[in-house]
Structures are given as structure tokens and as C-alpha cells.
T-cell receptor
Framework: SQQGEEDPQALSIQEGENATMNCSYKTSINNLQWYRQNSGRGLVHLILIRSNEREKHSGRLRVTLDTSKKSSSLLITASRAADTASYFCATDGRSGNTPLVFGKGTRLSVIA | DTGVSQDPRHKITKRGQNVTFRCDPISEHNRLYWYRQTLGQGPEFLTYFQNEAQLEKSRLLSDRFSAERPKGSFSTLEIQRTEQGDSAMYLC??????????????FGPGTRLTVL
């Protein structure tokens, strides 16, 4: 079963705008990761944030983690048409190195 | 290209037939995972290996499914007596064990199975 939910399920924005996606999960975690998936393809790892971290940046990506609320957010700044994809959060168990549990994803459309 | 590879990329079969998929992980990765993804959903865990040992199997893995990783390198996933409900994308991922690495998994392109 899915660990949690991404919100919104779908998001459509204009190129240059920022996109924010949220993820909630149910159990204690060791790490939380965000992945991107282009239509019909495999997943690409974007960023990992550990349970003792609150914020992390990678290029145009900013991830926050609030373990008290069991939630995370992914911000993509200055979006581009190439960012159009589905975005998934994934969590592992407290022991780490366990199979990932994915949410249902947010489908992002960036309109040029 | 030293990423995770999967073969075939697409498979169309008739209900009741057996199918086998192959996954070649990144060479230095000792963990290999199989996931299944249906349309509009996130990937769901099926099973994983550490080296040649199958460490965990999901309840999704019915007795028609079997996975092997005989030499701790490539893995195969076989589905016997396929059903239409087996139609999905089957994803393979690999990772290198170690808490410092945080369990980042590298995914292959997937095998899309269609059961007619």
C-alpha cells in the first residue's frame, strides 16, 4: 500500500513560475527522497533529505521536511517546460536501506 | 552507459502465458529491488535482494511470481499464468548498502507488460 499522499495530484503552471508539491507520510522514517518520472519512463532521483535535516537545496530544487507533521515539500523554482513530469516522494523505514514506499505522485505540467 | 538496464522494454502476451524479465543493476550495487507501477500510481514494492539472497517479499508477490538473483548480479522476474491484472510497468532499481548513502536507489527504464 502507498505510504502517503502527494498534494496536489496535478499542477499546471506557466514557465518561469515556481511549483510547490507536498507529501505526507504515515510512519517514522530514516530518509525521504523525491523522484521524477517522465511519461512512461523510469524514475530519476532528485534529492534525499535525512530525518535530522529540515531543508535541503539542489540547483532549482528546495526540499523541506517536518518530521513532527510527517510532511515534506518540494519547490521547483523558475520552472521550465522540461520540468513537466510526475514527481513522487518516497520514504524508507527507520532502519534505512529498506524498500522505498512511494506516494501516488503529483503530475506537473509546465506550459511554455 | 553504466546505469540500470532492463530487458525487454515492452512485452505483450496473452493471458495464461509465462513471461520473464531481466534486470542488470549497476555493477557495484549489492541491493536490487523490483517494483510494479500501474497507471496513475506510484511504484509498489515487490521484492528485493542483497547479493543473491532474497530478503523480503511483498504481499503483492503472489505465488505466480518468482524472482531470482543467482550470482548476485543480474536478476530475473518471472510471472507464470499471466492475468490481465498483471499489466503494469515493472521497475528494477539498485542501490549500494550503507547508511551513509541513505538508500538512494537508481531505477531502470522499466518493462511495460500488457496482458491481452
Amino acid at each position: 500500500s502507498q505510504q502517503g499522499e502527494e498534494d496536489p495530484q496535478a499542477l499546471s503552471i506557466q514557465e518561469g513560475e515556481n511549483a510547490t508539491m507536498n507529501c505526507s507520510y504515515k510512519t517514522s522514517i530514516n530518509n525521504l527522497q523525491w523522484y521524477r518520472q517522465n511519461s512512461g519512463r523510469g524514475l530519476v532521483h532528485l534529492i534525499l533529505i535525512r530525518s535530522n535535516e529540515r531543508e535541503k537545496h539542489s540547483g532549482r530544487l528546495r526540499v523541506t521536511l517536518d518530521t513532527s507533521k510527517k510532511s515534506s515539500s518540494l519547490l521547483i523554482t523558475a520552472s521550465r517546460a522540461a520540468d513537466t513530469a510526475s514527481y513522487f516522494c518516497a520514504t524508507d523505514g527507520r532502519s534505512g536501506n529498506t524498500p522505498l514506499v512511494f506516494g501516488k505522485g503529483t503530475r506537473l505540467s509546465v506550459i511554455a | 552507459d553504466t546505469g540500470v538496464s532492463q530487458d525487454p522494454r515492452h512485452k505483450i502476451t496473452k493471458r495464461g502465458q509465462n513471461v520473464t524479465f531481466r534486470c542488470d543493476p549497476i555493477s557495484e550495487h549489492n541491493r536490487l529491488y523490483w517494483y510494479r507501477q500501474t497507471l496513475g500510481q506510484g511504484p509498489e514494492f515487490l521484492t528485493y535482494f542483497q547479493n543473491e539472497a532474497q530478503l523480503e517479499k511483498s504481499r503483492l508477490l503472489s505465488d505466480r511470481f518468482s524472482a531470482e538473483r543467482p550470482k548476485g548480479s543480474f536478476s530475473t522476474l518471472e510471472i507464470q499464468r499471466t492475468e490481465q491484472g498483471d499489466s503494469a510497468m515493472y521497475l528494477c532499481a539498485s542501490s549500494r548498502e550503507g547508511r551513509a548513502r541513505g538508500n538512494e536507489q537508481f531505477f531502470g527504464p522499466g518493462t511495460r507488460l500488457t496482458v491481452l
